[in-house]
């Protein structure tokens, strides 16, 4: 019964969310906290470990060498592929990528680094950890990994030509795919935030000194 109740709670707190950043782009960083602030308080009600939020300190270094491969491809391979092709065949996409990003012409690193760290962790924490971890034993690893990226590609929509627009979900989807991959592996999200923020900088500095 209360694993029911949880994955109800868990859907409601999804579509609350997730239609909230599509309908009110305006209020789009308040409901994406919805779901960070809804996991804080259910665990503290419900006695939940740090640990259980996967906050698993300990084994971190172990998983992070379990999951290189993955974490090499998230932090790198798809940042840098891109960007490299894009610079040179499709600069429009590059042009739809920079103008939703939070910065302006000016970029500080000593204000931005903490930013990133914080909106990857809480991102990792809403889609990796709740929706992820709680829809995994209804659909299984590979279907719950698949949805959520999904979703998580929705969340960052920015309108713009289809073409351009399709490129950019579909590449959000590639990195949320292996994030999840990350996250599945040992259910650490330390590893996969460390995937996410490192994907995060690598794209970030590309698309500020290669374009």
């Not at 924490?125 to 299984?140: H, I, K, M, N, S």
């Not at 073409?163 to 650490?188: E, K, M």
Request: hydrophobic share 60%; proline share 5%.
């Amino acid at each position: 019964m209360q694993s029911k109740r949880m994955l109800l709670e868990t859907v409601l707190v999804l579509c609350l969310s997730l239609g909230g950043m599509l309908l009110l782009p305006i209020a789009k960083a308040l409901f994406g906290l919805l779901p960070i602030v809804y996991l804080l308080i259910e665990c503290r009600l419900r006695h939940r470990t740090w640990s259980e939020l996967g906050f698993k300190s300990g084994t971190f270094w172990q998983d992070l060498r379990a999951n290189w491969l993955w974490v090499v491809l998230a932090g790198f391979v798809t940042q840098s592929v891109p960007v490299l092709w894009a610079r040179a065949y499709f600069p429009e996409y590059l042009m739809h990528v920079q103008a939703r990003l939070p910065f302006g012409d000016a970029l500080n690193w000593a204000v931005l680094l903490p930013i990133l760290a914080v909106s990857t962790l809480g991102e990792e924490l809403a889609y990796r950890v709740l929706f992820q971890g709680r829809l995994t034993p209804y659909l299984g690893a590979p279907a719950a990994i698949v949805i959520v990226s999904l979703l998580f590609a929705l969340a960052h929509f920015a309108p713009g030509p289809a073409a351009i627009l399709a490129l950019d979900l579909g590449l959000i989807f590639l990195d949320a795919l292996l994030y999840g991959a990350v996250y599945s592996r040992g259910n650490n999200v330390l590893v996969s935030w460390a995937a996410h923020l490192l994907g995060d900088l690598v794209g970030l500095a590309m698309l500020v000194y290669l374009f």
